[in-house]
């Protein structure tokens, strides 16, 4: 079992900025990959970015050059930096790791954004 620990999220105003953290309650690099998506309110939850054990990355493409997914081992905790937001990226954000062939959610963190 695997928990995991969002925070970061809050209410910005367009082209602001934030910065998500997520920490896993057992050591990162055993993590297949790691991942960021969202889900706003009546739409269905969508891949913002991922990050494999080796570090590849994979973007939605509406939020390509405005987020970066990365991870720190030393700290463990994987982030996505978020810049030039836009009122559609509001929503809930929730980290999931893959680990042995399963997948596990974070509680999610909202995120807000106002034009």
């Known amino acids: 079992q695997v928990q995991l620990v969002e925070s970061g999220g809050g209410l910005v105003q367009a082209g602001g900025s934030l910065r998500l953290s997520c920490v896993p309650s057992i050591n990162i690099a055993a993590m297949a990959a790691m991942s960021w998506y969202r889900q706003a309110p009546g739409k269905q939850r969508e891949l913002v970015a991922s990050?494999?054990?080796?570090?590849?990355?994979n973007y939605l493409d509406s939020v390509k050059g405005r987020c970066t997914i990365s991870k720190d081992n030393t700290k463990n905790t994987v982030y996505l930096q978020m810049d030039s937001l836009r009122p559609e990226d509001t929503g809930v954000y929730y980290c999931?790791?893959?680990?042995?062939?399963?997948?596990?959610w974070g509680q999610g963190t909202q995120v807000t954004v106002s034009s």
């Open positions: 999931k790791a893959r680990y042995v062939l399963r997948g596990y």
């Open positions: 990050i494999t054990s080796s570090a590849p990355t």
